[in-house]
């Protein structure tokens, strides 16, 4: 292959990946804001502060824990869950959704963990934990969702999973500070999205 072609086709895959971070970065703003209003209109039923209010923290702590590892465009996304977990928390305040889960102390404690340290300027252990304390604190909304297939916000859940997967498809290496966001919240998307599909099936 001739170099001008090898750089043509080079061309070709950087505006791919800036294509698919700005469609990333879209889908989740859309599903957040999507989520939103459906909490404004309805009851928040099933959702509870303490769980947005604890991924609105870790959401800030990953965001953080990236900034100087990945480039900037990396942090659209979470930046997004960040403010959207923080707005979510708040509306829920209005709403009068108290209340904790057994999972809180955890999630808690491994939120104390990660500030620790990015304190302590260690910010890939920070981001490990974040995303690992984040996972934890999604289990009590990723049983609601098993249990209840049928009540589960199937457009943000499904608009999140694809955000994530253009996103992780959009990184520039394969550094564990560029891809682990993306691919906890891969996991995530698909077991709050698999019981909605398995519902059809049954």
């Known amino acids: 292959m001739c170099p001008d072609q090898l750089h043509r086709n080079n061309q070709s895959i950087c505006c791919l990946k800036k294509l698919l971070k700005i469609l990333s970065a879209i889908i989740a703003a859309g599903s957040y804001a999507y989520m939103i209003c459906a909490i404004i209109r309805g009851t928040g039923e099933g959702l509870l502060i303490s769980t947005f209010a604890l991924w609105s923290i870790l959401a800030w702590i990953t965001t953080v824990s990236m900034l100087g590892k990945v480039e900037r465009s990396a942090l659209i996304v979470p930046c997004i869950y960040a403010t959207g977990a923080t707005t979510t928390s708040i509306i829920l305040v209005f709403k009068g959704r108290y209340g904790f889960s057994g999972l809180d102390g955890l999630t808690t404690s491994l939120a104390t963990f990660c500030i620790v340290a990015l304190i302590g300027n260690e910010k890939t252990k920070a981001l490990v934990l974040s995303v690992a304390a984040g996972m934890i604190a999604a289990v009590p909304f990723i049983a ?59």
């Open 144 to 202: 609601l969702t098993w249990q209840r297939p049928e009540h589960s916000p199937i457009i943000p859940n499904a608009g999140c999973l694809a955000a994530n997967i253009l996103g992780l498809m959009a990184i520039p290496n394969r550094k564990i500070e560029s891809w682990l966001f993306y691919v906890a919240n891969i996991m995530l998307g698909i077991a709050l999205v698999l019981p909605w599909l398995l519902m059809f099936v049954w």
